[in-house]
């Protein structure tokens, strides 16, 4: 396990170089207000008016004259080819939520692969934020209160089962895997829904629209 660069008590933004609007960078911000950026996207950063608190990555795609703009004890180089940005930093953030914006949007290979480090890191609380959608690693149960017909997606990473109450379709019973079954386009069916995992492995996703609804029900299950 890779030594904390970054440690607080604070949320923190993590900051990636694919699709994000200024509107929901400073909205993340405003509620997760530490911030780590991936790599090159400490320029954007940078040119928000905004000085990362750690800059994380192999620097591939950090200019000079962007490193040169950042204080040298935020920089964190990490040369290794192995892992992604995005892994290089959530395996060296230590705190409460780390919320990803900029992971989305751009190309589906750099994508997926938020997902599987998602899936290779279940104990921490990491919301992807897109512009449609928020994504996260389903904890071991969750309470979520949202309206009836809000979607609500389950995607496997790997073998799962689980229990749910308060969807349209119930997930007792099933065997989800990638290569099997999938859990796409449920929907809520009362004022709250419960999910139940018997272990690691399942992505849930919702509408943006419930990005701090989601916030506040991991924060309750910590």
Known sequence: MADPVLETEENVTLLGGGAVSRATFL?????????????????RALDEGVIPDAV???FDSLSAAGQARLRPDSLFHVPEQDSTDFEKCLARIRAPMVFGVGFTGERIDHELSVYHVLARYPDRNCVIVGERDV???????????IAPGTRVSLF???????????LRWPISGIGFAPWRRIGTSNEA?????RLRFDGPGMLLILPRSELWTL????????
């Open 27 to 43: 909205e993340v911000l405003e509620h997760a207000p530490k911030l780590a950026a991936a790599d090159g996207a400490a320029e």
């Open 56 to 58: 994380i990555g192999d």
């Open 189 to 193: 069916s009362a004022a709250e829904i």
């Open 215 to 222: 916030a506040a029900a991991l924060a309750r299950h910590g």
């Open 135 to 145: 994504v996260v690693h389903a904890p071991p149960e969750l309470a979520l209160g």
């Open 156 to 166: 496997p990473m790997a073998e799962v089962t689980g229990r749910s109450e308060g």
